[in-house]
């Protein structure tokens, strides 16, 4: 069992629609919870990171963290061609790693 | 801006002949990590330090080796770089410890003929 799985995708999405990014993770003791873009041949970049259970908004991005079932969820609202992307879900669980599960490739349709 | 640079951005490099990439930031962060990604995989962690302490993943070649010779710079040596190894090298840093955010480079993309 991977530490950190989410679905590769790709999920396809048509410009002005809600994308839903899930991803779940095996240590129950993992404390922070991350979502990173990247887009193809660059780094990745920091969409959002969320600690505690609930909702955490950012703009048109919302990421939902329930630790009873162990995964965490990236919205993206009112999505754009722009946000066609690979979507990396990372956790840091115990020793302090961040583990990266391995995308969620994005693609907006006009 | 404080952000972490990564030089060079592109490397071309020969079977087995040794080759540096460095890493810069200007964000005074403790912690420098590498990573190695390779296409459509996640980001694997190669190794890291806190401050000055170096911290070896288990199963990192011992082909690959990192000097951080002060708090802004990092650099990974491929001693002897295999075909495997072409890849996007990524340098991350972050605040004070494992559990804070990590911010990436840019990423020096290696390859090797």
């Known amino acids: 069992q991977k530490e950190v799985e989410q679905n590769s995708g790709p999920l396809s999405v048509p410009e002005g629609a809600i994308a839903s990014l899930n991803c779940t993770y095996s240590d129950r003791g993992s404390q922070s919870f991350f979502w990173y873009r990247q887009y193809s041949g660059k780094s990745p970049e920091l969409i959002m990171f969320i600690y505690s259970n609930g909702d955490k908004e950012d703009g048109r991005f919302t990421a939902q963290l329930n630790k009873a079932s162990q995964y965490v969820s990236l919205l993206i609202r009112d999505s754009q061609p722009s946000d066609s992307a690979t979507y990396l879900c990372?956790?840091?669980?115990?020793?302090?790693?961040?583990?990266f599960g391995g995308g969620t490739r994005v693609l907006v349709k006009p | 801006d404080a952000m972490v640079i990564q030089n060079p951005r592109y490397q071309v490099t020969q079977f087995g002949k040794p080759v540096t990439l460095s890493c810069s930031q200007t964000?005074?962060?403790?912690?420098m990590y590498w990573y190695q990604q390779k296409s459509s995989q996640a980001p694997k962690l190669l190794f890291h330090?806190?401050?000055?302490?170096?911290?070896n993943e288990a199963d990192t070649p011992d082909n690959f080796q990192s000097r951080r010779p002060n708090t802004s710079f990092c650099f990974l040596d491929i001693r002897s770089p295999g075909l495997g190894d072409a890849a996007m090298y990524l340098c991350a840093t972050s605040l004070r410890s494992g559990t804070d955010t990590q911010y990436f480079g840019p990423g020096t993309r290696l390859t090797v003929l």
């Open positions: 330090y806190y401050d000055k302490d170096f911290n």
């Open positions: 964000l005074n962060h403790n912690v």
């Open positions: 990372a956790v840091i669980a115990a020793g302090n790693k961040l583990t």
